[in-house]
């Protein structure tokens, strides 16, 4: 079936002006996917099979072979917060950054924040077990509590309305509650983290947000598959 | 526009010198604070109180934090003159690509040339070497990663030429024969008065080198 869809995609490739390379499940090509729906911009979008990897994947990301791939008029634009830059200098409506350069440059660092640190933190806590995860918990929430001081009196991280961090943030309002169920950890509750819930619950059930979401039931299959791969690994041999 | 400006840096820093060079090529003045980073200042905890790293730029009293992120305020803010970043949003994702590169894999690659054992110090020049190599061919034919002028990518890079010497007496790794155009490119950037006089004396940091090393690296 992906090979089908491939030649229909490389027949489609020639024509087309945009496409995006992404997968089903993929937290960071939703950030393009969010930024190019939020600008009403048209595209055509490749599911790609990263067990498989398509050749023109390969061609355009030669040196991470990874997903997001925005290819706008045949030139290849890699790293998703780099293309949302990208999307947001090229097509001005429904700006996602704000002009002025203190709070560009704010935006910028918490959505470093997110992918270096809070990310990471998270993803340690839903693989790891016993002492090891407790001391991910405290770390994982330390970070949290960064994020949560940042939305204090505002809506979105953006303000009235979704931008950069919150697309930045995006994965959090979905896998977050999905890796609590499948590991059994709660780490964030409306009690500690008010601000933080409250903002998972608009960013979730915003428009285009709320479309956009692969299949809960497939993701819940696919990271208890994962934790089970972690698991075996730390098993006591 | 000017205002009051502060860095808080840490003179052998990489990541330092960037925001340095920046600086230099705006011909903006600031006042540089030396940071003693096993004894952080009270100053640097209440600018930098999430990742407390240098450098920090503060301007106007407001905190800019992480290297490439205060270049790209600096070139924002003082955009009357000396581009970092070019115009075009295509090439700007180009430059914002491999700037990301060199620390994403440049420079995690560089820290796992120290590592404690023989064998995993091997591995880590084996892999340190390839992302420059990688860099190599990126650059190409081209004066700079810019293209006809330094730029962004060849600021984040640049300050790295500072430890090739070190890397060359310690661990052996010999970037003027195994990228030569790098190499090259580094004597280039050197011509230029605001790289030159980020520099620091070699000897001095050789032994900040040496010295930092020794932490990781038992044989």
Same mark, same amino acid.
């Given at each position: 079936m992906a090979s089908s869809a491939t030649v229909t995609a490389n027949q489609l490739i020639i024509m087309a002006e945009l496409k995006l390379f992404r997968t089903w499940s993929s937290p960071f090509p939703l950030r393009v996917v969010w930024a190019l729906d939020f600008k009403g911009i048209q595209y055509d979008t490749i599911f790609e099979d990263l067990s498989n990897k398509s050749s023109l994947l390969l061609q355009y990301n030669?040196?991470?072979?990874?997903?997001?791939v925005l290819v706008h008029n045949g030139k290849p634009l890699l790293e998703s917060l780099v293309i949302l830059e990208y999307i947001d200098e090229t097509w001005k409506q429904t700006p996602l950054l704000p002009e002025d350069p203190y709070e560009r440059a704010t935006a910028r660092f918490w959505a470093k924040f997110g992918d270096d640190k809070v990310l990471p933190s998270i993803w340690n806590v839903f693989i790891k077990q016993g002492k090891d995860q407790e001391e991910a918990i405290v770390t994982a929430q330390e970070n949290l509590g960064f994020v949560e001081r940042q939305l204090t009196g505002k809506k979105f991280f953006n303000g009235e309305t979704i931008g950069f961090v919150d697309l930045a943030f995006g994965w959090l309002a979905k896998l977050l509650s999905l890796w609590e169920e499948v590991c059994g950890?709660?780490?964030?509750d409306h009690e500690k983290f008010p601000l933080l819930s409250e903002w998972i619950q608009n960013f979730a059930d915003a428009p285009i947000i709320k479309e956009s979401w692969p299949p809960r039931d497939k993701l819940i299959t696919k990271y208890q598959a994962l934790l089970e791969v972690y698991t075996s690994k730390e098993a006591p041999k | 526009m000017a205002g009051e400006l502060v860095l808080l840096d840490f003179w052998p820093s990489l990541f330092g010198m960037r925001v340095r060079i920046a600086l230099a090529e705006k011909g903006v003045k600031y006042e540089s604070k030396e940071e003693d980073l096993s004894n952080k200042s009270p100053l640097l905890l209440e600018m930098n109180p999430i990742i407390k790293q240098i450098p920090v730029l503060i301007h106007n009293g407001k905190p800019v934090c992480e290297s490439l992120i205060i270049v790209q305020y600096i070139d924002e803010v003082w955009n *009357?003159?000396?581009?970092?970043?070019?115009?075009d949003p295509y090439q700007r994702a180009q430059a914002r690509f491999w700037a990301d590169f060199v620390d994403k894999k440049v420079y995690v690659a560089s820290r796992k040339v120290w590592r404690p054992k023989r064998e995993e110090q091997e591995e880590g020049k084996k892999e340190f070497l390839e992302t420059l190599k990688t860099m190599e061919a990126e650059l190409g034919d081209k004066p700079y990663f810019g293209g006809e002028t330094f730029g962004y990518v060849d600021l984040a890079f640049i300050p790295f030429y500072s430890w090739f010497p070190s890397y060359k007496v310690l *661990?052996?790794?010999?970037i003027e024969a195994e990228c030569p155009k790098i190499f090259a490119w580094a004597k280039r950037c050197m011509q230029k008065e605001a790289v030159a006089k980020t520099f620091h004396d070699e000897k001095k940091v050789y032994e900040f080198v040496a010295k930092t090393r020794k932490k990781y690296v038992s044989a």
């Amino acid at each position: 079936m992906a090979s089908s869809a491939t030649v229909t995609a490389n027949q489609l490739i020639i024509m087309a002006e945009l496409k995006l390379f992404r997968t089903w499940s993929s937290p960071f090509p939703l950030r393009v996917v969010w930024a190019l729906d939020f600008k009403g911009i048209q595209y055509d979008t490749i599911f790609e099979d990263l067990s498989n990897k398509s050749s023109l994947l390969l061609q355009y990301n030669p040196i991470y072979k990874k997903v997001p791939v925005l290819v706008h008029n045949g030139k290849p634009l890699l790293e998703s917060l780099v293309i949302l830059e990208y999307i947001d200098e090229t097509w001005k409506q429904t700006p996602l950054l704000p002009e002025d350069p203190y709070e560009r440059a704010t935006a910028r660092f918490w959505a470093k924040f997110g992918d270096d640190k809070v990310l990471p933190s998270i993803w340690n806590v839903f693989i790891k077990q016993g002492k090891d995860q407790e001391e991910a918990i405290v770390t994982a929430q330390e970070n949290l509590g960064f994020v949560e001081r940042q939305l204090t009196g505002k809506k979105f991280f953006n303000g009235e309305t979704i931008g950069f961090v919150d697309l930045a943030f995006g994965w959090l309002a979905k896998l977050l509650s999905l890796w609590e169920e499948v590991c059994g950890v709660t780490l964030i509750d409306h009690e500690k983290f008010p601000l933080l819930s409250e903002w998972i619950q608009n960013f979730a059930d915003a428009p285009i947000i709320k479309e956009s979401w692969p299949p809960r039931d497939k993701l819940i299959t696919k990271y208890q598959a994962l934790l089970e791969v972690y698991t075996s690994k730390e098993a006591p041999k | 526009m000017a205002g009051e400006l502060v860095l808080l840096d840490f003179w052998p820093s990489l990541f330092g010198m960037r925001v340095r060079i920046a600086l230099a090529e705006k011909g903006v003045k600031y006042e540089s604070k030396e940071e003693d980073l096993s004894n952080k200042s009270p100053l640097l905890l209440e600018m930098n109180p999430i990742i407390k790293q240098i450098p920090v730029l503060i301007h106007n009293g407001k905190p800019v934090c992480e290297s490439l992120i205060i270049v790209q305020y600096i070139d924002e803010v003082w955009n *009357d003159k000396s581009p970092l970043l070019p115009s075009d949003p295509y090439q700007r994702a180009q430059a914002r690509f491999w700037a990301d590169f060199v620390d994403k894999k440049v420079y995690v690659a560089s820290r796992k040339v120290w590592r404690p054992k023989r064998e995993e110090q091997e591995e880590g020049k084996k892999e340190f070497l390839e992302t420059l190599k990688t860099m190599e061919a990126e650059l190409g034919d081209k004066p700079y990663f810019g293209g006809e002028t330094f730029g962004y990518v060849d600021l984040a890079f640049i300050p790295f030429y500072s430890w090739f010497p070190s890397y060359k007496v310690l *661990d052996n790794i010999n970037i003027e024969a195994e990228c030569p155009k790098i190499f090259a490119w580094a004597k280039r950037c050197m011509q230029k008065e605001a790289v030159a006089k980020t520099f620091h004396d070699e000897k001095k940091v050789y032994e900040f080198v040496a010295k930092t090393r020794k932490k990781y690296v038992s044989a």
